[in-house]
């Protein structure tokens, strides 16, 4: 192990270096697998030799780099990594993903990395993981399943992980403020105080993988949103990891509107079931229409969950099994829901599944 120390004399230099949020120093800190730290104009690197000199290199090159530009990108501090010998897995032609592995980055095949967590979180279904793994895998990704089935949970989870890891700059999280077939009339308070109900699904979710006081300053600092669906419109959303919760409950314009929000670098979620409709009477569902028009497209995951993943108290799979069996009889057959679907893969073409078939089933 061994140290080297670089000065710093004006603030905006270490800014420019450290990047937003300090993204930059969090990407060559997993690069080179060293910890860099600074105190009163100073940075120290520590780590084993080799990485160490190479870090320095790089912090000097990129210091130079800087006060010409007067500002660095992501492109900037990853070529400058690489020529002072930092090892970056970058897609060939055709590949299937566009992610950059670096040492630190999950592993497509790992647990998911949650430090806060107090406990390491991952699928404990086969269907869980073919949901992680297209997570991890595509840019867009469709989720459909029985309640208690983890859809909103792991997808947070995979949000918290890569905002940890330095992939996404911001998590978003959005759902639609449709009421459960009830209504709850004027809500008293503020914006906040009136949208609470409607988004508290994913607070919940969140409130389990981050700390409470952690998690207020990440909002308070706008790197995670949580945000009604309708709030949706006229943004562009750049290196954020975006769900939206319960899209069965969006309508086909809403579900268009969602999905063109997407910027570069950017990942989304979308998770509903269809049979837990609240839309008035003969509205198309989003989620249903959306799943009907982009099921072709190469790009995207497509997840069906079943009753068998469901993973919370014991009862919840009974009782969904129950309704199931009673819509079953009052229709005559089988439900949509219990029969296997052989299209229900998820594939990044039609030729080239990445997961057996599925069934499909109602959800969250």
Known sequence: MTEATLSIAHPEELLALFGPRD??????????????????????????????????????????????????????????????????????AGAETTSITTPGTPRPDGPIDIPQAGRRIQPRTPGQQRYVDAIRRFDLTFATGPAGCGKTYLAVAMAVEALKAGQVRKIVLVRPAVEAGESLGFLPGDLRAKLNPYLRPLMDALGEMVDFDQSRNLMEQDVIEIIPLAYMRGRTLNDAFIILDEAQNTTIAQMKMFLTRMGERSKMVVSGDATQLDLPRGVTSGLRDALRRLSRIGDIGIVRLTGDDIVRHRLVQKIVEAYDADRDSQHGGPSASSVPAPSDVVTDSDTNPIAGSVTDGPTI
């Open 23 to 92: 993204q930059h120093l969090r990407k060559l800190k997993r690069l080179f697998d060293v910890s860099i730290t600074h105190r009163s104009g100073r940075i120290k690197i520590s780590g084993p030799d080799d990485a160490v000199d190479a870090a320095a290199r790089t912090l000097e090159h990129l210091r130079r780099l800087s006060r010409r530009k007067g500002t660095l990108s992501t492109t900037d501090v990853e070529s400058a990594a690489t020529e002072h010998g930092a090892q970056i897995e970058r897609p060939t």
